[in-house]
């Protein structure tokens, strides 16, 4: 793993970071555009972190932090690079951003039907809890 480079996301990398995600990422979202991924970028310059492999993005986490709440989002492992060790890395990575920030607790955002992701989750030390409900309002 120590070929394994894990660095924030610049403006520069958007449109292979949307890229990305088409391959990679379960789902789709509100913000998965360009614009979207810029503000993310612009307000928070190290929340978008990337794990590349010889030059090629093969991962990434979103690690928000909004002075309160800890919030993880968008880990991605590309197919080809899976059960490498990129996930953990990235979350080790996250955890290292919040704790140096004085956060307290990660919430993890992990689609109910992406069985895959739930292991991975599991194996980092994370649990479900049942008793929440995420509500959304699209703006």
């Not at 958007?14 to 503000?39: K, M, P």
């Not at 993005?57 to 690690?63: D, E, K, N, R, Y």
């Amino acid at each position: 793993m120590n070929d394994l480079r894990i660095r924030h996301a610049a403006l520069s990398d958007i449109d292979a970071v949307l890229r990305f995600w088409r391959t990679a990422a379960e789902g789709t979202s509100i913000s998965d555009d360009h614009d979207g991924v810029a503000r993310l970028i612009s307000r928070d310059p190290e929340a978008l972190l990337l794990a590349e492999r010889d030059g090629t993005l093969v991962g990434t986490v979103i690690a928000g932090f909004d002075g309160w709440r800890c919030s993880a989002y968008r880990l991605a492992v590309h197919p080809d690079h899976r059960r490498q060790g990129i996930a953990a890395a990235l979350l080790d990575a996250t955890a290292q951003r919040f704790a140096a920030l004085g956060g307290r607790r990660v919430d993890a955002m992990v689609l109910e039907r992406n069985e895959r992701a739930h292991h991975a989750w599991h194996s980092a030390g994370y649990h479900r809890e049942d008793h929440w409900r995420r509500w959304v309002k699209p703006l």
